[in-house]
Structure formats: C-alpha cells, structure tokens
C-alpha cells in the first residue's frame, strides 16, 4: 500500500499526531494536575521535553537518565526535562508509557519539594521492579 494510510482534512497538515506530539500531551497533563496542586510551593518551574539526554564522554553509568532536574537560583527559574526517548524504549505499551511519565514528573517534583512522592500525586505506585 502506498500513500498516506489517513487522508488528511487539510493538505499539508497531519490529521494523526505524532509520537511526539502525544508524548508531550502526555507530559502536558501531568503537568498541569501537579502544577495545580503544588504551584504554590514550587515556584517557578520550567518543565520541558528533550528527545534525549547529551551525555558526556565520562559517564560511567549503565543507564541513561530519563530526566534532569536543575534547581533555580535567583531569578532563573527551576528547570525539569523529560527525556523522551530514554521513557519510551522503556515502555511496551501507552499505558506504560502515561505511567512512566506520571512516575518520572512525580518524583522529581517530590525532590524539588523535599516530600514523598506519595503526596506529590495519588496515582503515584512507584517504580516497578
């Protein structure tokens, strides 16, 4: 089969989003309902997504982190990326994926605030094994 498998309404413009499109929808609400509740303890918080981490040549790591956290200071505000593609090579399925971001976002959200991540979201269950 060739062509597109979706006839566009509009020429030039994709009528499915894309992975990465739905990646970020997924960051998106997680965001919000945690920006929501906590906003008055975190200030001023930049979050972000990167399609991957630049890592440098010393790292001794194994694993290839799936997030940054860089504390704010004076005026410059708190920064927290996602890393997308670390997330999703974790993940089989949309379910896993929507949980590994609500994970990820919670826990570096409790960092920041210095709290459980328990408290950060009810729909936290922690990291699986």
Avoid at 3 to 11: A, D, F, I, W
Avoid at 22 to 47: A, K, N, P, Q
Avoid at 76 to 98: G, K, M, N, Q, S
Wanted: aromatic share 4%; charged share 30%; with cysteine.
């Amino acid at each position: 089969m060739r062509g597109p498998g979706v006839l566009p309404r509009q020429p030039g413009v994709p009528e499915l989003p894309t992975a990465k499109e739905r990646f970020d929808e997924l960051v998106l609400d997680v965001v919000t309902t945690i920006d929501r509740r906590w906003s008055d303890r975190l200030g001023l918080v930049e979050y972000a997504v990167e399609d991957a981490p630049r890592i440098p040549d010393d790292w001794d790591s194994p694993h290839v982190p799936l997030s940054s956290l860089v504390r704010g200071t004076g005026a410059r505000p708190t920064r927290l990326v996602l890393f997308r593609r670390p997330i999703e090579h974790r993940c089989e399925t949309r379910a896993d994926l929507a949980a590994m971001v609500l994970t990820v976002l919670v826990e570096q959200v409790a960092e920041l605030l210095g709290i459980d991540a328990e408290e950060v979201d009810p729909r936290y269950r922690g990291r699986p094994d």
